[in-house]
């Protein structure tokens, strides 16, 4: 199955331009790197939400260079692509609430994500259920973000099975949901370092290492006192 090109280099208004044109086209297996060339995705209007959703057998991804990117624009781009393995590299610094939300969701294959989530400002539901369930995923994308708002990474790494570290996270101070149930579900998941020194946000944390590896390292910041223990804090058995 062969794809149109689709040369458009910019984009004009809020729209959702190409959404869902591929959901659910269960044969198609490849496509052209160079297939989404537009650079500024800033309009918004879920741009490419749900492009490929349910892809089956879809094996490569197209690049996906915009630096600047608007509200929904990725959301559930490959969600069920069971059969991808690498993610394209993502080097947006400009980011919009939601622009990440489920965008490899149930990508059971997915093994390689490179370092590709650059931005230092993560804003609200941006990363939420990102990976989720991407039972093959061992290694994890850098984080370096130090600002982090409103569920910002909720769930994102929700039952990713094969994951045994996560990335560094720099952010001190914590918001509402950010972290909740980010971890959830890695049950060989034995390694975190988070610098947070202020968790005071409502159910920052909730629940965020459920279900993680009996036994592994937690390295904090050194002027932190106020973790708990358990599913909510500081994982049980783990050497901090």
């Known amino acids: ?16 331009i190409y959404q869902l044109m591929f959901s659910g086209c269960s044969k198609l297996t490849t496509v052209p790197s160079d297939l989404l060339p537009i650079m500024d995705l800033s309009g918004g209007g879920a741009m490419y939400g749900g492009m490929f959703q349910d892809c089956t057998s879809l094996i ?5 260079p915009a630096t600047t990117i608007g509200l929904r624009c990725y959301q559930d781009m490959f969600k069920g692509c069971t059969s991808l393995t690498t993610a394209p590299e993502l080097p947006a610094t400009t980011l919009a609430n ?11 294959s997915l093994i390689n994500v ?9 804003p609200n539901y941006c990363y939420r259920m990102m990976f989720g369930g ?4 061992t290694t994890a994308p850098e984080l370096p973000a130090t600002t982090v708002q409103i569920n910002a990474y909720q769930q994102m790494f929700y ?10 996270l720099p952010a001190t101070t914590l918001t509402n949901y950010c972290y909740d149930r980010m971890f959830y579900g890695c ?3 034995n390694y975190i370092k988070c610098l947070a020194t ?9 629940n965020w290492v459920y279900g993680v590896a009996p036994t592994g390292t937690f390295v904090k910041s050194p002027i932190m006192s106020s973790w708990t223990i358990g599913d909510s804090g500081i994982p049980t058995g783990w050497v901090v």
């Open 134 to 137: 991407c039972t093959s995923l």
């Open 198 to 206: 202020n968790i005071s946000a409502s159910n920052c944390l909730y």
């Open 60 to 64: 490569t991804a197209p690049n996906l």
């Open 98 to 108: 939601y622009c990440y939300d489920n965008m490899f969701r149930g990508c059971t």
């Open 187 to 189: 049950t060989n998941l």
């Open 114 to 122: 490179q370092n590709i989530l650059p931005a230092t400002t993560a």
């Open 159 to 168: 039952e990713c099975t094969s994951l045994t570290t996560a990335p560094e």
């Open 1 to 16: 199955m062969n794809v149109p090109k689709l040369p458009a280099t910019s984009i004009s208004g809020i729209g959702n």
